[in-house]
């Protein structure tokens, strides 16, 4: 996995889905498929916010790379 967290924000994201559908179902009486669809949007953040985190960890990486690549100049 990307980073350590990254089962917490797909476990999030799961739960959120289900939350939010069950919620719009419930409290707007709408058809479940809308509501999936609605619920699917939302959930998507947690993801977002995974592949984000992730993204910059791999750049912080590679730019430590590169700076260990360099040869040191002496004087």
Known sequence: MAF???????????????????????????DWILAANFAAML????????????RERRIREERLQRRAAQPVARF
């Open 4 to 30: 350590p967290g990254s089962a917490f924000f797909l476990v999030l994201a799961v739960m959120q889905f289900f939350i939010v559908a069950d919620g719009m179902v419930t409290w707007f009486h709408i």
């Open 43 to 54: 959930s998507g953040l947690p993801l977002f916010i995974m592949f984000k985190l992730a």
